[in-house]
Antibody, heavy 117, light 109 residues
Framework: QVHLQESGPGLVKPSETLSLTCSVSGVSIGAGFWSWIRQPPGKGLEWIGYVYSGGSPSYNPSLKSRVTISVATSQSQFSLQLSSVTAADTAVYFC???????????WGQGLRVAVSS | LMLAQPPSVSESPGKTVSLSCTGSGGRIASNYVHWYQQRPGSVPTTVIYNDNQRPSGVPGRFSGSIDRSSNSASLTISGLQTEDEADYYCQSYDDNNVIFGGGTKLTVL
């Protein structure tokens, strides 16, 4: 069974960089596309981007200037970095596996991140 | 492409409800539409993928369709049950982006 688990700090200061990691088990991370999706409190889902081993990542155009997603195949992990954060970046951050046609079939449980001084 | 969903819909148990997802800035039929159910405090799960396909384990009461004339997708749930009360999100993509609708809160009362 595919399992994803987010980890990282639950609180980030404004203007700093948010850094999260997703650990993947039950499947080879080298064989798939891996994505980050977020959900601000009481709001809908927003796709952040995806990455795959050996390929170029793809990002949401509205976040592209601040986002870096990378994969560490040997550790079976992929990571999100979001720079220059503001309160608007406060959200639950999900990692997920992306299939063809951009379907997200397996999700992590989500990690709540607050941006506050 | 942008996807618009009504913020809330209410219906009674046993009835049938259709949740709409209207595209703008592009043709919704150009790429597949997927539907996710998210219960409070839970992770989204797929109820319909590739416009009208149902994952194993999802009841046959759930169905999806595309209407090219109105540039919209619909998720229809028949025989509503209280457990169907949740937020429902449509999702599609275009060349540069993955797009989610704003979600519809379905209340079954």
């Amino acid at each position: 069974q595919v399992h994803l688990q987010e980890s990282g700090p639950g609180l980030v200061k404004p203007s700093e960089t948010l850094s999260l990691t997703c650990s993947v088990s039950g499947v080879s991370i080298g064989a798939g596309f891996w994505s980050w999706i977020r959900q601000p409190p009481g709001k809908g889902l927003e796709w952040i981007g995806y990455v795959y081993s050996g390929g170029s990542p793809s990002y949401n155009p509205s976040l592209k200037s601040r986002v870096t997603i990378s994969v560490a195949t040997s550790q079976s992990q992929f990571s999100l970095q979001l720079s220059s954060v503001t309160a608007a970046d406060t959200a639950v951050y999900f990692c997920a596996r992306r299939l063809g046609a951009n379907l997200f079939d397996f999700w992590g449980q989500g990690l709540r991140v607050a941006v506050s001084s | 492409l942008m996807l618009a969903q009504p913020p809330s819909v209410s219906e009674s148990p046993g009835k049938t409800v259709s949740l709409s997802c209207t595209g703008s800035g592009g043709r919704i039929a150009s790429n597949y539409v997927h539907w996710y159910q998210q219960r409070p405090g839970s992770v989204p799960t797929t109820v319909i993928y590739n416009d009208n396909q149902r994952p194993s384990g999802v009841p046959g009461r759930f169905s999806g369709s595309i209407d090219r004339s109105s540039n919209s997708a619909s998720l229809t749930i028949s025989g509503l049950q209280t457990e169907d009360e949740a937020d429902y999100y449509c999702q599609s993509y275009d060349d540069n982006n993955v797009i989610f609708g704003g979600g519809t809160k379905l209340t079954v009362l």
